[in-house]
């Protein structure tokens, strides 16, 4: 029995799970695997139809320029991995392709860089990921770079630099949509000046809930939702509580939080399987949604609502930006 509501998930880092554990073969998603988060039967079960697979490169393990082949590498095995399971994964840049891969049964596979020091300085690069099928880059990981400031390290621009502020603008050029998560509050100040288009928050929680570095502040939630944006909560269990044992109640407190501050239209859900050792008790894995969604049912939310949360918001804002991406994609040697 297919669970009741779908997910298009903001975030998942299931690639960098499979460079460690199985030298980027695309064998194992079949599943079950034991030893990640993911695996096709769990998002079955999840209900996951849509998937932002995070491209993501350990800067304690790869260092400056290793960095866009690792990031090269790490797209590779998504588009591998979308290649290898053609009954059920499409490769979907753009909202429509992704609501026609939905319809057709298949999870709608996009991807996501996590962090800017993975263009290493170049625009040129950034645009190479857009061409690739990239369609969001997180302006920062956990360190603060040569440009933009860092939510869990030392702040050194004031937010973003004059550099930072052109990667910003190129990206609305491009398509490629400005996610806001891990990012200094400064930071998503500064983006939020600079963008003409509605941003996204892929992972975080609120600071309104718990007051954790990777959380997003009240204001700023208010400012999505107000540019249409889309800001999806993440299960990683310290950014949701101090209390013990963390439960699925704790990761619906956070999205009320959001829907409350930058209203309805503006929350989405960004897991961070397999980008975290540990999840809350009945979000283990991705096959955990339906109880979340069980969860906000008791609290009201409308099933309208809660397809919204779901696929419907994070679309919206990918649609958004669709027009712009495929201008680019159409144009040679811009």
């Known amino acids: 029995m297919s669970p009741k509501y779908q997910v298009f998930d903001g975030h998942n880092d299931f690639a960098w799970e499979c460079r ?30 849509g998937q932002f697979w995070s491209v993501w490169v350990n800067p304690d393990k790869v260092a400056g320029a290793d960095q866009v082949v690792a990031t090269l590498e790490q797209i590779d095995f998504v588009r591998r991995l979308i290649h290898d399971y ?22 709608a596979s996009l991807l996501g860089v996590e962090g800017g020091a993975q263009i290493h300085g170049s625009l040129a690069v950034l645009r190479n990921y857009a061409r690739l099928g990239a369609r969001y880059m997180t302006l920062t990981w956990s360190r ?15 937010g973003l630099t004059d550099f930072g502020r052109e990667v910003v603008r190129e990206m609305n050029r491009i398509g490629m949509l ?37 959380n997003v502040p009240d204001d700023v939630l208010a400012e999505i939702g107000a540019r249409d944006g889309v800001a999806m909560v993440t299960f990683v269990p310290s950014f949701l509580t101090t209390e013990e044992p963390v439960t699925v109640k704790h990761a619906a407190d956070h999205v009320d939080h959001f829907r409350e501050v930058a209203g309805v239209h503006a929350v989405g859900l960004g897991g961070d399987f397999d980008g975290s050792a ?57």
């Open 278 to 334: 540990d999840m809350p008790v009945g979000l283990e894995d991705v096959g955990g949604y339906p109880a979340l969604f069980e969860e906000l049912e008791t609290r009201g939310w409308s099933e309208q609502e809660l397809r919204g949360l779901g696929t419907e918001n994070v679309l919206r804002v990918l649609e958004a930006s669709d027009d712009d991406y495929r201008a680019f994609i159409s144009e040679v040697g811009r």
């Open 144 to 158: 603060t770079i040569d440009w933009a400031d860092s939510a869990t390290d030392e702040a050194r621009h004031g």
């Open 20 to 49: 460690k554990q199985f030298a980027y073969s695309t064998e194992p998603f079949e599943g079950p695997i034991a030893t990640t988060q993911t695996d096709y039967p769990r998002l079955q079960a999840g209900g996951v139809a």
């Open 86 to 107: 053609p009954e059920r994964l499409a490769f979907t840049p753009t909202a429509a392709e992704a609501r026609a891969a939905i319809a057709d049964g298949k999870i």
């Open 178 to 214: 400005v996610d806001l998560s891990h990012v200094a509050p400064s930071t998503m100040r500064a983006a939020l000046e600079v963008t003409q288009r509605p941003p996204m928050v892929s992972h975080s929680g609120a600071i309104g809930i718990n007051d954790h570095p990777r």
